[in-house]
């Protein structure tokens, strides 16, 4: 386990990380590792970020203030930080819907230059079409690629199996539970197969059990497609309990403090049991004691400056 | 045993109470849309029958108010006498050159108007242009256009169609500029990693979205399609209700004006159920409003 200054994080720096995920992977061995190698464009890089944003006014805000950490193909990242730490900012700038003011943002390798390709978003309110069907609204990611509608939604049904949900399909979305949207969501994101999975506090809104069991469904299936995924939260339980790796960022503008690599075994099993072993309250306590402080001068600015 | 039985009792006794609450329930419901109906009907009895009476014993002269029996003759006078009805034809092709003009005026607004709307709503460039034309336009009384259009394109159909399809445009517009402005930033930027084009995002994304917005203007825009169609054909026409109207003014015939009246109340009523029909066709993904799940 290493507590690394996030300018050390170059590219060799995961090295380790990734020679762990082969060991681990579900289906261990050659295909595992013929499929990071297919994957080296999943491989996420900021150098240096900085983002700054006009206000209507005309003012300049700036977000984020020379942001650096990389997410290794098929590594699990998680993002934490009090509010306001240009969190979401990050995603976008990586997505492509956004372009950094300084310093780059490079995917695969290449500087991110319009959206990117092979990414999928999943955010905290749902981004489900309403007025489509359950089956509808997974079937869009094939076909805004231009798949043909019939292989569309057979792909989509097949992923509705996946996130158990058949019998659902012709439901539309206010006729689910937050649960069940999370999933289709869920589907919606993963049917493409993206080789990044960009999340932005996907489970923030739900309550804990149902949280718990999205968790599970979460590694899951990422066992199976292997994407690299940034996954911004604010509990650092989740974030221990998901990620190989934890971003811990600073609050206004944001930069990033501290990464660690987090060293539990995979498959992870049930992210509820995992929470009690000694090694993850190890890890928990030691990113804890980086993020309070965090936490405590974003806390005491907000309060500051409504008083 | 004995807590068995008590429990076995206590349900058949709770479903006989469901059973009975919903009884007294379903005969409440009846009962009042009994009490409902009468008293509407009532209302139609009062008003019409006042007025009858008013206009018999000689508190209103019926030569300036008309009267409902000289109405209803006037209805069946107008639709038995076929082309003797009026001086142009019969009174059928009158409703025809209306709802024609009518109908056609609020197609081109109302497809002007979505298209503008959602343009302008897209593009933050044009919309800070184009917004204080739009609100100033606005402004004007546009009714005073029909003048111009009789004056530009003569008394055919096409300045009554212009006419209604202006009033049309500009209620259909603010709706849909609305709409597209309410989109849901996550479900566009959702669409854009999808990989959705500019083209899908305005088809699958903005269009079905700003939809209810749109449908909403369109209850009041057919009201506003008959109006330019009439107000262009009282400005100068060949045909119409309009000329129906007019005609009658012309020749001290209320019950003339009333009859036309009645006869543009249905078809606006009948143009109001169907947008209403379509309505739920194209919004039927909706969850039922509280309002309408409390209706009784």
């Given amino acids: 386990m290493a507590v690394r200054d996030a300018t050390v994080t170059g590219p060799g720096a995961g090295r380790p990380g990734r020679a762990d995920h082969a060991n681990h992977a579900g289906r261990a061995g050659r295909a595992g590792r013929a499929d990071h190698a297919d994957r080296a464009d999943a491989r996420i890089e900021l150098s240096g970020v900085t983002k700054r944003f006009l206000t209507p006014s005309g003012e300049a805000f700036t977000a984020t203030r020379d942001v650096s950490f990389s997410v290794e193909p098929g590594q699990f990242c998680a993002v934490v930080g009090p509010t306001g730490c240009g969190k979401s900012t990050t995603l976008s700038l990586v997505s492509g819907l956004d372009r950094p003011s300084e310093g780059s943002v490079r995917v695969g390798g290449r500087e991110v230059d319009g959206i990117t390709e092979g990414i999928s978003f999943m955010f905290q309110a749902d981004a489900l079409l309403p007025w489509k069907t359950v089956l509808g609204n997974v079937a869009m990611g094939p076909m805004f690629r231009g798949v043909g509608k019939k292989q569309a939604l057979a792909s989509a049904r097949d992923w509705l199996r996946r996130v158990g949900l058949t019998g659902f399909e012709d439901h539309h979305p206010h006729q689910l539970s937050g649960g069940m949207r999370k999933r289709v969501a869920m589907a919606a994101a993963l049917i493409n197969e993206p080789s990044i999975l960009l999340m932005d506090e996907p489970f923030g809104a739900l309550d804990v059990q149902t949280k718990a069991i999205m968790s599970n469904e979460l590694l899951g299936l990422w066992e199976q497609l292997r994407p690299s995924v940034i996954f911004i939260t604010h509990d650092l339980e989740e974030a221990v309990a998901l990620a190989d790796r934890v971003v811990v960022m600073t609050s206004g503008p944001g930069s990033v403090k501290a990464v660690y690599d987090i060293d539990l075994p995979r498959p992870r099993g049930s992210v509820q049991s995992i929470r009690f072993e000694p090694r993850f309250l190890e890890l928990h306590h030691q990113i804890w004691e980086s993020l309070r402080e965090e936490v405590q001068r974003a806390y005491a600015r907000t309060t500051g400056e409504t008083s | ?296």
């Fill in chain 2, 1 to 296: 045993m004995t807590t068995d039985t008590t429990h076995a009792a206590d349900t058949t006794g709770t479903a006989t109470a469901d059973t009975r609450a919903t009884g007294a329930g379903v005969r409440a419901v009846r009962r009042r849309r009994l009490l409902v109906l009468t008293a509407r009907l009532g209302v139609a009895v009062v008003v019409l029958g006042g007025w009858q009476l008013a206009t018999t014993v000689g508190w209103l002269d019926p030569f300036f108010f008309g009267q409902p029996s000289g109405i209803a003759r006037r209805l069946v006078e107008f639709f038995s006498q076929g082309q003797q009805a009026t001086e142009f034809g019969s009174f059928w092709l009158q409703i025809e050159t209306t709802l024609k003009e009518a109908v056609l005026g609020f197609a081109l607004g109302a497809v002007t108007g979505v298209v503008f709307g959602v343009a302008l709503g897209q593009n933050q460039f044009l919309a800070d242009v184009f917004g204080p034309y739009l609100k100033i336009v606005n402004a004007i009384p546009r009714i005073v256009l029909g003048s111009i259009f009789v004056v530009a394109f003569g008394i055919g159909e096409t300045p009554k169609i212009l006419l209604a399809a202006v009033l049309v445009f500009f209620v259909v517009f603010f709706n849909a500029f609305q709409g597209v402005r309410e989109v849901d930033r996550n479900i566009l930027a959702n669409a854009r990693v999808l990989g959705a084009s500019p083209l899908q995002i305005v088809r699958h994304v903005v269009v079905p979205s700003a939809l209810t917005w749109i449908i909403a203007s369109l209850h009041t825009a057919f009201g506003f399609a008959i109006v330019g169609a009439l107000v262009g054909e009282v400005l100068g026409a060949q045909n119409g209700l309009g000329l129906v109207i007019k005609t009658a003014q012309n020749s001290f015939d209320p019950n003339g004006v009333f009859a036309a009246m009645f006869v543009i109340a249905v078809i606006a009523l009948s143009a109001e159920w169907l947008i209403t029909k379509l309505e739920h066709r194209l919004l039927s993904w909706r969850p039922p409003s509280p309002s309408e799940a409390a209706a009784i």
